[in-house]
């Protein structure tokens, strides 16, 4: 009696693979995973956005998948949503077009633009994202799933140097040997940490000049502390014997860059001044002027005792 169960059970089983074998053979696609996929292409541009300066143009391109559309199942007109929203205050972003439409068996990519601008607040070398989202339906036969996509555009804003440069006087008259000081104030009104540089050129022959050493100004945009600062240069004319009334005409350059990377450059300006050294010059009769004077008085003196 267990014989004729075991006989029977393994008909049954039997004919049960045949059922499955035939219905597989029937509909191939049953079981297979019903989708559109979409999927976004960047064009990388290969370099910072200038805050304030430029709109970025960013290339792109919207695909579809129809991922193992079973028998009967079709997907039909599919459109795909794009939008794009910056993770970051300093980006905006427009995206054009917004929709993209596929018809039947198309399947050919889809271009558009992002257009990106950064504003002054953007700070330098410091990356924000535009965070992408696609979203797909259609009116596709049968049971299909319309998926999503989700991904990131990098925007790395450029380093920019904005200087501010005023000169309390640029015109100063002193004698031979007396001393010019020319206050200058920078402020960095940039997106960055800048380091500030003081050259004089056209410096004539015996004359002495002094400037400042480098210095490092924050970021008036950042909203730093230290955004401003009053630097010293100073002029020496020639202290040779004689009567004086010379003029030298020279230009302060001034020069930046980025305070933690010096290959990224940043604005320049320059000054220009002009020093007047008028006057007798006597180098080494000083002493003997001194005491002559003294002689004089001590004369002077002894005469009006007499009297």
């Known amino acids: 009696m267990m014989d004729g169960k075991m006989r029977t059970l393994k008909a049954g089983a039997v004919a049960l693979l045949m059922i499955v074998a035939i219905f597989l053979a029937i509909a191939p696609g049953v079981g297979a995973q019903n989708a559109v996929q979409p999927e976004f292409i960047y064009t990388n541009p290969g370099r910072p956005i200038k805050p304030q300066q430029e709109m970025m143009v960013i290339p792109f391109e919207v695909k579809i998948t129809r991922e193992q559309l079973a028998a009967g199942s079709e997907a039909g007109t599919v459109v795909a949503t794009v939008t794009a929203t ?10 054009s077009p917004t929709q993209f439409f596929w018809a039947g068996q198309d399947d050919a990519a889809k271009q558009g633009y992002l257009s990106v601008i950064a504003t002054t607040l953007a700070p330098a070398t410091v990356q924000g994202k535009i965070l992408i989202s696609i979203t797909t339906d259609g009116s596709g036969a049968g049971t299909v799933t319309y ?38 104030t920078v402020t960095n009104l940039g997106n ?43 002029v020496q004319p020639p202290y040779k014997f004689g009567h004086h009334n010379d003029l030298a005409a020279m230009k302060i350059d001034i020069t930046s860059t980025h305070a933690l990377d010096s290959s990224l450059k940043g604005d320049a300006s320059a000054v220009s001044i002009m ?16 005491f002559a004077a003294l002689g004089c008085f001590m004369l002077i003196s002894k005469k009006k005792k007499k009297e």
């Open 275 to 290: 020093t007047r050294s008028q006057g007798m010059c006597t180098p080494g009769f000083e002493a003997l002027f001194v």
């Open 147 to 184: 998926k999503d996509y989700t991904a990131q555009v990098p925007i790395e804003p450029a380093f920019f140097s904005l200087l501010s440069v005023t000169a309390a006087t640029t015109l100063q008259k002193i004698s031979p040997n007396g001393q010019a000081v020319y206050p200058i």
């Open 192 to 234: 960055g940490p800048t380091k500030v540089f003081l050259d004089i050129k056209n410096v004539p022959t015996g004359w002495q000049v002094v400037t400042p050493a480098p210095f490092i100004l924050d970021s008036t945009q950042q909203g730093g502390k230290n955004t401003k600062a009053t630097v010293n240069v100073m």
């Open 86 to 95: 910056p993770d970051v205050s300093w980006l905006t972003v427009s995206i």
